[in-house]
């Protein structure tokens, strides 16, 4: 069993940047896609981006496209989501998992936007 935990989340100004931080256990993990998920409150858990074993990446929330970077590190088994110009919208609870969920969900990392 893969354990997820991220960290990173912080309260910033509309504008601001963070680096979430995703480390995960288990080898397996670098043969999987892997991706970035937000939760709002009252809300399911929503795909923000995600990126092949390979390294491609891909922005499934269009508002993040062009602020967003999702990366990973196999050595480290780390991926990360650069999140530059944040805005209000952005405000939520991000976790990371495979891009089809595999695995149990971590505590997630808080990230806030607001003046």
């Known amino acids: 069993q893969v354990q997820l935990v991220e960290s990173g989340g912080d309260l910033v100004q509309p504008g601001g940047s963070l680096r979430l931080s995703c480390s995960a256990s288990g080898s397996i993990y670098r043969t999987y896609a892997m991706a970035w998920f937000r939760r709002t409150s009252g809300e399911r858990r929503q795909l923000v981006a995600r990126i092949t074993s390979a390294g491609t990446p891909f922005y499934e929330d269009s508002s993040v496209e062009g602020r967003f970077i999702i990366s990973r590190d196999g050595a480290r088994n780390t991926i990360y989501l650069q999140m530059n110009d944040l805005q209000p919208a952005d405000t939520g609870v991000y976790y990371c998992?495979?891009?089809?969920?595999?695995?149990?969900w971590g505590q997630g990392t808080q990230v806030t936007v607001s003046s």
């Open positions: 998992n495979s891009q089809t969920e595999l695995w149990s």
